[in-house]
C-alpha cells in the first residue's frame, strides 16, 4: 500500500529547513531523499528521535508522507501523535533541536540502578571500549554504559554526542547496531544523557 500524504504533522523552521537542504545536498541523488522522523525512545521525561535520510518512495503504509515545498518528511505512522504539533528548529549552538509539546506518559526514569559486572554489561562496555568510541571521537563523543537491565542497555553521550539534536542518529544508527550485532541479548538501547546541557553538538546525516 501507498504511504499517506499528510498536512503537516512537524514543523519546519526556515533556518532548520536550509540546514537539512545543505546536508542532504551531500548525499547521492539527494532530490530522491526525504528526511524520515520517528520516535526512537524515551530519555527522562522527553521522547528521543531517530532521523535520516532515505528514499521518499521506499515509505509504505507504515509511514505518513509531509511535503513541505522541495522537503518531504517521512513519519512513522506509531510516531504520529507524538511528534503532531511539534517543531524541528536549529538550537543557539547550531545544533538541531525536536521541540515536542507532547511528553511521554508516564514518564521513565532516567537512570536505572544497574549492575555492570555481569557478563552481559561487560561485553557491551568492550564493545564501545573497541568498537563505538574510537569511531566517534573525530566527532569528541564519547559514550559509556550506565546500566543493564533485562533486555536494555542505558548509555550517557558525552563530548559532541552530548546536546545533539539528533544524537538518537548516531544512537540508533551506529551505536545500537553495533551492540545488538555483538551482544543479541540486548534487544534496546536507551539514551539517558542530559542532552539540554550539552555543549559542541553536530549534526550527522545518516541512512538507515
Same mark, same amino acid.
Given at each position: 500500500?501507498?504511504?499517506?500524504?499528510?498536512?503537516?504533522?512537524?514543523?519546519?523552521?526556515?533556518?532548520?529547513?536550509?540546514?537539512?537542504?545543505?546536508?542532504?545536498?551531500?548525499?547521492?541523488?539527494?532530490?530522491?531523499?526525504?528526511?524520515?522522523?520517528?520516535?526512537? @525512545?524515551?530519555?527522562?521525561?522527553? =521522547?528521543?528521535?531517530?532521523?535520516?535520510?532515505?528514499?521518499? +518512495?521506499?515509505?509504505?503504509?507504515?509511514?505518513?508522507?509531509?511535503?513541505?515545498?522541495? #522537503?518531504?518528511?517521512?513519519?512513522?505512522?506509531?510516531?504520529? &501523535?507524538? %511528534?503532531? @504539533?511539534?517543531?524541528? +528548529?536549529?538550537?543557539?549552538?547550531?545544533?538541531?533541536?525536536?521541540?515536542?509539546?507532547?511528553?511521554?506518559?508516564?514518564?521513565?526514569?532516567?537512570?536505572?540502578?544497574?549492575? #555492570? *559486572? @555481569?557478563?552481559?554489561?561487560?561485553?557491551?562496555?568492550?564493545? %564501545?571500549?573497541?568498537?563505538?568510541?574510537?569511531?566517534?571521537?573525530?566527532?569528541?563523543?564519547?559514550?559509556? %554504559?550506565?546500566? !543493564?537491565? +533485562?533486555? *536494555?542497555? =542505558?548509555?550517557? #553521550?558525552?563530548?559532541?554526542?552530548?546536546?545533539?539534536?539528533?544524537?538518537?542518529?548516531?544512537?540508533?544508527?551506529?551505536?545500537?547496531?553495533?551492540?545488538?550485532?555483538?551482544?543479541?541479548?540486548?534487544?534496546?538501547?536507551? +539514551? !539517558?544523557? &542530559?542532552?539540554?546541557? @550539552?555543549?559542541?553538538? =553536530?549534526?550527522?546525516?545518516?541512512?538507515?
Amino acid at each position: 500500500m501507498a504511504p499517506v500524504e499528510v498536512e503537516p504533522i512537524v514543523n519546519v523552521s526556515d533556518s532548520a529547513r536550509v540546514k537539512i537542504l545543505e546536508i542532504r545536498a551531500t548525499e547521492p541523488e539527494p532530490e530522491k531523499l526525504g528526511l524520515w522522523i520517528e520516535v526512537s @525512545g524515551v530519555s527522562g521525561a522527553s =521522547y528521543t528521535y531517530d532521523m535520516w535520510f532515505q528514499a521518499v +518512495d521506499d515509505a509504505g503504509s507504515n509511514e505518513a508522507v509531509q511535503r513541505q515545498g522541495d #522537503l518531504a518528511l517521512v513519519v512513522a505512522q506509531a510516531s504520529v &501523535d507524538k %511528534l503532531q @504539533g511539534a517543531t524541528l +528548529d536549529v538550537s543557539p549552538d547550531g545544533g538541531m533541536v525536536m521541540v515536542n509539546p507532547n511528553t511521554p506518559s508516564p514518564p521513565m526514569s532516567a537512570r536505572p540502578a544497574g549492575d #555492570l *559486572t @555481569g557478563d552481559v554489561a561487560q561485553r557491551v562496555v568492550q564493545i %564501545l571500549e573497541q568498537q563505538i568510541n574510537p569511531a566517534i571521537a573525530s566527532h569528541g563523543g564519547f559514550a559509556e %554504559l550506565v546500566a !543493564v537491565e +533485562d533486555d *536494555t542497555a =542505558y548509555l550517557r #553521550l558525552s563530548g559532541g554526542c552530548q546536546g545533539c539534536g539528533l544524537a538518537s542518529v548516531t544512537l540508533t544508527q551506529g551505536i545500537e547496531v553495533a551492540i545488538r550485532d555483538s551482544v543479541p541479548e540486548i534487544v534496546n538501547v536507551v +539514551d !539517558v544523557t &542530559d542532552h539540554a546541557s @550539552g555543549e559542541n553538538p =553536530y549534526f550527522e546525516a545518516a541512512k538507515k
